[in-house]
């Protein structure tokens, strides 16, 4: 019964999408929608469960043995599904364990805080032997017994408000609750204000009890959940030693000299992340000033600024770190027409402890997309173009797998990367959603209303709209494998899934967890490979690359009204961004001119290969007008004029970050010539469509 | 020095004010503000504490022995202040003593819950052996053990919400919250609802350690602090058997026939107040479904809306009620002029326990300005109206003495007095307040920009305006003394006074907190004596009330806009209040003329004493046309059309009732026939308007 209900709602689909299908003719577009349809009927929907449990049995942090069975795993997995798998080997400057730590509570007596989760009877996983403490990447080593201060959740604002309160955090250990900012933030304005030491803990208030039942009864942070996480803060992403350079292996010919680490700005002081159980053994003891309302948070008493003087904590970090083996894998599925035209998907692999949702229910996904895609390959229907799918190495500890590769690419990756689509943990509950650079946000959306949501009538469409007339697709911010693709190189990404509860970067992200409270019937898994598969062969076979071209005008306008906004916040008499504003109108009416004629171009006939070749090249060079070779003012490594993660918290992001910047600076000065710089770019993007008219 | 700062400042005062005193002539306001100084500089700073010190000694509350001292000490101040002062005894019908109460938790294990504030070693007053247990005042008498379900505030809405959640309150015990309505509506409600009994506490993120410290380290609630309070919810405020009539005793032989208690609605589930730290035995052992995101209380822990079968808990309450004895105290400097012109200043006297901050820091000022004034009076400056200083008894229980004393002196009232002011709890912090009656607002503003605020350089109407032009001046809810002159005889009326921190109806509202908490300088109660008597002195004084006679018309004109707008939510397509429109517009016309004929005629000269007493008649019987003689749909004894009590949570202000008991119903029927009610009202007060303008 389900099965003839669903082939009827694919049959509907076929008659309405047939028509308008971005990139396709219309007799192109049935073949393709038909195709489409194969594809996911060939989905095997058990792999995914099967691949996310395999993957999980044990703890595999970046550079350790039990990560490398993972790797081979899903090297083995690549191959048997009849990808071309090659492996991309890197030497990182890292940890991969927490070394020693610790931390207690001296005065007025003697507490030895708990670092590491306990184990639950209901969830077997829990008791692992594998499993590690809590523990912070990239923190000092370095031992200090302190007073304490509570700075709220460590922004920059936050230390601001403790001068200004007159605390001082000097030689103090601080202790901040995760939120707010990029933890590794946490730790730069704490050294940068004189603090000894940091404990960050995950309040109640934020992850905990206050906010609904907690691990294992429901899905927020028990208290001894504990957020593990990097704090690496260079000005580049990827390893620290290596900016614009591949971190190729020492024995590699090619291995790049590299940076001594005392020369990259690395934390010197220790920091560790704790449970709210533990630190409430500090918090109920502390007896100074009473805290700002609104940094108070759901522990079971008044918050304070100062432990005061009776309580004494001793915190000690001892974490070597050395050049570290870490693993690319990337499978090929060459195309049959323009196998140097590549989609690339990827996903990291390396977790802080089991990773069932971060990242591995992307992983799994994506073994499971491979198999589908091989089988629908070795049946004759090889995608026109390239298919690869990437799985990055040492993401939690600072996007490095992605970046290292990017970087050893980035000429080919420029001139051959249609897009980069990005899994990290894709598939974590059951709300669908997306960030997106302009040029894809069409396609993607096109994608979801082919493919049924489960559990409903509804498509996935319609289920990520929410009642509103279209879905809302996000910005693409920090925090995850496409960032040296999209602001580094250049290339359009994205960044889509199922999200859910989590048990963020925690020990109980497990399969007993993703069984009871992600998805128990495992449902979402194929729908998210549905989804991300019928968006790939659609982006492979279209006969142009099938970018939303005019989206970009229309994305330009918003994001520069609303920086105009923002600028008028401080310099009420600012006279508007004027040399953007009219490069704007010139791409608009080029992008309507451009999506026109291509729109023709298709069903006037076919175009030679070497004619196709040609425009998709143009295509895809769109993307680089928005390429900055001085970079951004706070790391020359960030490219991209048009987006980038906010260098104040690390995971926002910042739409035209040249501008942001400024305005964080609240400079007046410079944002004439940062309007030249964006006109700039903007009419290069429009010579470009101009070619491609003249082409056409 | 300082009296020298004090004397410029009042000079500069004298200055600035003499220009524009409302109802006083140019020369008549210079001899006036001369004698509002001496009047000021003739407080006694001492007394406020001295008379908050002997008023606080003892636990007093209504119908007890200690409170007849608190009665007699009074009676003896006034007397001895130079004042004529009388006692008028009722008989009503309620308990002086929480009775035999008892809550305890039976299974999964037994633990008998405390009712009671733990004595505190930094309190002396915490350890007073005649404090009694937490109690709430017109509780059913009774004796269940079932589950419990958890309600929120109790409001209408969170039982609605149990409702649609399918959450049965049916025979089970229901604990809430304290805050978001009167708590005699939770009991309403619950027992409307089917509930067997109901537990009410103070949750500490509405009023805890969530907030700030708790005492004796800070303002907050501690784990032990009960909230004491009436659950009176009759449809008419007072005595609950003698509604309209005055309860006097029963050997009077105008003692009226009584209502059988049967007959009157009270209450009849049991219902008790614990602290958080009683309810916390509760909540931590409830099993039930997770509540809605903000019914998430401050307890460490996820809170449920059922207790679950696991749990139950026995709740028992046997609260005798009686006919009990409680005497009002007023005071009365007789008028020179005008002795039947009355300015009455009251607040209630009975407290929950020691009442530092509720009532009597009203009470101490009340008495402190009784003997200013009366050494004013002795010293030859006897004021032309009569000013009545009141001490109402059995305010707790349900505001019960000056309702049964309004009731008792309605006619007389209705033609003398001038204005009510309200104190109760007058003096309770640092900052100053008030709502008022829209024909007393300007004159109120007026006399505090004679006082000097302590502490700073301002007065207190500019520490009142906290940097804005004007102050805010709120309207008159529910709540205290005022509501049976203002809303059942149309006597304006104004509550003003200082506010600040509170241990609302604890055991812990002592003169302890007061010393360390509210006031430790003992400044903010001469500041309010000196601006209620400078306030009833230029009441009492003026050739004419000087009632803000426009007021009436710019109030209005505002209030049926905000009607209008809340009309539209419901009822997109109304045509407007046009007939009220119509008649405010004639009422703002003569009420300007009439605001220039009393200026013109207080400049050309003296009226005869008899014309003046005629003028001042009409004055008085300007706020009489609100008076509704079929009373609102809600209860008949509110007679204001102007101004009311929220019947739905009893502590929030209805201004324009009658519409707004038609908005929360969303009845479109009957706007139009409220509009016509208005509308006569308001053109019968406008035709008196136009009489005082032809007397003139």
Redesign the interface.
């Known amino acids: 019964m389900k099965i003839v209900l669903t082939s009827l709602s694919l049959l509907a689909g076929l008659a309405l999408q047939a028509q308008n299908l971005t990139g396709y003719s219309s007799d192109d577009a049935k073949t393709q929608v038909q195709l489409e349809a194969d594809f996911r009927s060939s989905i095997n929907k058990s792999r995914f469960k099967t691949h996310l449990k395999t993957l999980t049995e044990n703890p595999h942090i970046a550079g350790t043995p039990a990560n490398e069975k993972v790797k081979d795993y899903i090297v083995k997995s690549m191959d048997a599904a009849g990808l071309d798998v090659e492996t991309y080997p890197y030497e990182v400057f890292m940890s991969s364990s927490p070394g020693e730590s610790l931390v207690e509570v001296i005065t007025p007596e003697e507490i030895v805080l708990d670092q590491q989760e306990r184990a639950l009877e209901e969830d077997p996983y829990s008791d692992h032997p594998e499993l590690k403490k809590g523990w912070n990447a990239y923190s000092g080593s370095g031992e200090v017994t302190a007073e304490v201060v509570y700075a709220n959740y460590g922004t920059k604002a936050d230390f601001e408000k403790l001068e200004e309160l007159g605390v001082s955090v000097k030689g103090k250990i601080v202790i901040a609750r995760y939120g707010g900012n990029f933890r590794g933030y946490k730790a730069k304005f704490a050294e940068a204000h004189g603090a000894a030491g940091l404990i960050i803990y995950t309040d109640?208030k934020d992850s905990g009890?206050?906010?609904?039942?907690?691990f294992p009864e429901?899905v927020?942070y028990n208290d001894s959940g504990i957020q593990r996480g990097s704090l690496l803060t260079a000005d580049w992403t990827g390893d620290p030693l290596t900016p614009y350079e591949p971190a190729l292996p020492q024995d590699d010919k090619n291995s790049p000299d590299r940076l001594d680490p005392s020369e990259v700005g690395l934390h010197t002081i220790p920091v560790t992340p704790i449970s709210y159980g533990a630190a409430d053994h500090i918090f109920k003891q502390m007896r100074g000033e009473?805290v700002p309302r609104k940094w108070?948070g759901?522990?079971?008493?008044?918050y304070r600024l100062q432990g005061g003087s009776d309580l004494k904590v001793h915190l000690k970090v001892d974490q070597p770190k050395q050049l570290t083996k870490v693993f690319n894998i990337v499978g090929t599925l060459k195309g049959k027409t323009y196998p140097e035209e590549w989609i690339i998907l990827g996903c990291h692999y390396d977790a802080w402890a089991f990773g069932a949702t971060d990242p591995n229910s992307g992983t799994a996904m994506l073994l499971s997309l491979s198999e589908t895609l091989g089988k629908l390959a070795k049946d004759g229907n090889r995608p026109d173009r390239s298919i690869l799918i990437a799985h990055w190495d040492a993401e939690e500890h600072g996007v490095i797998g992605s970046s290292e590769w990017v970087e050893q690419f980035k000429d080919e990756l420029q001139a051959k990367a249609v897009a980069y689509i990005n899994l990290d943990a894709a598939v974590s509950g059951k709300n669908f959603r997306a960030s997106s650079a302009p040029s894809l946000k069409t396609i993607l959306a096109e994608a979801t209303r082919q493919v049924d949501y489960p559990y409903t009538e509804e498509t996935v469409y319609e289920h990520w709209s929410r009642g509103n007339e279209q879905p809302s697709i996000g910005n693409l911010g920090g925090g995850s494998d496409h960032i040296a693709f999209y602001m580094h190189a250049g290339v359009p990404s994205l960044s889509g899934g199922a999200s859910g509860p989590t048990l963020y970067h925690t020990n109980y992200d497990d399969f007993y967890f993703y069984e009871n409270f992600v998805d128990p019937e495992f449902q979402m898994g194929p729908m998210v490979e549905a989804v991300m598969g019928t968006l790939s062969l659609r982006l492979a076979n279209a006969q142009f690359i099938p970018y939303d071209v005019v989206k970009y005008a229309t994305d330009l306008e918003m994001h520069f009204q609303n920086a105009e906004k923002q600028v008028k916040g401080f310099y009420a008499d600012f006279a508007g961004f004027k040399a953007s504003s009219s490069a704007i109108s010139s791409l608009n009416e080029s992008a309507n001119l451009v999506a026109k004629a291509l729109k023709e171009q298709l069903e006037s006939g076919k175009m030679s290969k070497k004619q196709a070749k040609r425009l998709n090249a143009q295509l895809l060079a769109l993307e680089k007008s928005f390429l900055n070779p001085e970079g951004m003012p706070y790391g020359d490594w960030y490219k991209s004029l048009y987006a980038s993660s906010d260098p104040f918290s690390g995971y926002a992001s910042w739409i035209l970050p040249g501008l942001q910047y400024q305005i964080a600076m609240k400079d007046k000065d410079s944002l004439k010539a940062w309007d030249m710089t964006y006109a700039e770019a903007i009419l290069d993007l429009n010579g470009k469509m101009i070619e491609i008219l003249e082409g056409l």
Do not use: E, K
């Open positions: 109640p009890f206050t906010r609904g039942l907690v429901g927020y009473v108070q759901g522990l079971p008493y008044t």
